[in-house]
């Protein structure tokens, strides 16, 4: 079924083409169609397009039609073009004439925008409470590991002393600010296109402000046009700020594997969350950690991708953004996957310590010995002299302490402030707030 169609079937290899794998991933956003219509449907009956009867009516079959997603006893039927379509199908399948008046006011345009929004506030929230969950695991992590020291490097060479405190203390804090892009992308997300229809409003007097308030939107897409403009900016937003928390997961499972390799040594997990070699029998692989680094690294793709996309398109509805749900829908499943398996292996992972006790680090402490001696009145660049001549002669024989005492550093890491920022961002989402106006929409 097709809402479109008049006298004239469709070619069916064109159907086939232009639907492509919509009924697929519109799965996914059956419940927030329902939760579109039921907001819709209330709006219509106070603009007189519904009687207050026909309204608690579709509203009644409409929630049925919800538990039955829920339950999983939901599908698009075949021949059905997509989400918007079967759910105005069963209304009008069950309710008769009274079904076709749901659409009012409305297009596919509109609906598809509404159902990506709330489609989105679900996912980012669930995204954002993984985050958290992992966050937590860091910081305690840092606080637990904090006067472990291990080598910190730059261009991969020996340079500095660093501690494990100071390394999950790090991935903390690069989530704190993955979160506030997040959040960013929620309230980007967080303004209502219901009532734009094609992109040009309606002669209809919809209350797009009441749809915005039942289904808990903090504002209004106010240009109709724009709400339209909006399909493909808003995935593109959203998977920057998911790029950005991919590349943090990205960055630290690939230190991951090197801490794990026999060559650094710093880290071991349990034989059962690696994996082995069919041929060398030693082997303790980290394909869990390997995989993290790929999935986070093609998350970066994803916004160039729809970038290209949608660059240049002429105004009004365009069919390309139709397979942007192809590269979009997938990358939420994506995120929480490597954050619930980054937090699986962390809470099994065993840290070595005495790590500094190996020769090979001993110039580590290079800076530091220089820094004893400007403290003792030695010009820096003298003392930096004197250090670098004892190495290149063999003659250097470091105190391998460490006395960093700045905000950030490793005696004074800060895991109360970085603690303090996450929450605040994490606070500013208003998910109760939200969830509160779809709970009061489904009673």
């Known amino acids: 079924m097709k809402l479109w169609e008049k006298d004239v079937q469709a070619n069916k290899l064109v159907e086939q083409f232009t639907i492509g794998r919509d009924p697929e991933f519109d799965i996914l956003l059956a419940k927030a169609d329902v939760l579109g219509n039921l907001a819709h449907t209330n709006m219509l009956q106070t603009i007189g397009l519904l009687t207050e009867s026909e309204y608690l009516t579709l509203s009644a079959e409409l929630k049925k039609i919800y538990k039955e997603i829920e339950s999983g006893n939901f599908s698009i039927d075949p021949g059905v073009e997509d989400v918007h379509s079967q759910v105005e199908f069963l209304l009008t399948m069950r309710l008769g004439e009274m079904g076709k008046k749901v659409h009012s006011g409305r297009s596919r345009n509109d609906q598809i925008l509404l159902d990506l929004k709330l489609f989105i506030r679900t996912q980012i ?220 292996m962390l809470s099994n992972i065993t840290i070595k310590e005495d790590i500094l006790n190996d020769k090979k680090y001993d110039y580590l402490f290079s800076v530091e010995e220089v820094n004893k001696a400007v403290l003792n009145g030695v010009p820096f660049r003298d003392a930096y002299k004197e250090i670098g001549m004892a190495i290149k002669n063999g003659n250097f024989n470091p105190q391998k302490q460490v006395s960093h005492t700045h905000e950030g550093s490793i005696g004074n890491l800060c895991n109360d402030k970085i603690d303090r920022k996450f929450k605040t961002y994490f606070s500013q989402f208003g998910f109760d707030a939200v969830n509160m106006k779809l709970e009061q929409l489904l009673k």
Not at 133 to 152: A, C, R, W, Y
Not at 194 to 221: H, I, M, V
Not at 289 to 313: D, H, M, P, S, V
């Open 125 to 344: 929230e669930l995204v954002a409470f993984e985050m958290q969950d992992l966050f937590n695991q860091l910081i305690t992590l840092s606080e637990t590991h904090k006067q472990v020291l291990i080598p910190g490097y730059t261009h991969l060479q020996v340079a500095m002393p660093s501690s494990f405190g100071l390394w999950f203390g790090c991935y903390a804090e690069s989530l704190s600010d993955d979160l506030l892009l997040l959040q960013t992308a929620f309230r980007f997300s967080n303004q209502n296109p219901l009532g734009s229809a094609a992109g040009y409003g309606s002669s209809f007097p919809l209350n797009r402000t009441l749809t915005a308030s039942l289904l808990g939107f903090e504002d209004l897409n106010y240009n109709v046009m724009y709400a339209q403009m909006g399909r493909g900016k808003v995935e593109k937003t959203v998977c920057f700020a998911l790029a950005s928390v991919g590349a943090t997961l990205a960055k630290m499972a690939n230190e991951m594997c090197l801490f794990m390799s026999q060559n650094f040594n710093f880290v071991s997990f349990p034989e059962e969350l690696t994996t082995g070699s069919s041929i060398m029998p030693h082997k303790k692989n980290p394909d869990v950690f390997e995989l993290i680094r790929a999935k986070g690294n093609r998350l970066q793709a994803f916004a160039t991708e729809i970038a290209f996309i949608t660059t240049n398109l002429p105004f009004g509805y365009n069919r390309d953004l139709q397979i942007i749900k192809e590269i979009f829908i997938p990358a939420f499943e994506d995120i929480k996957s490597c954050l619930v398996m980054m937090q699986l």
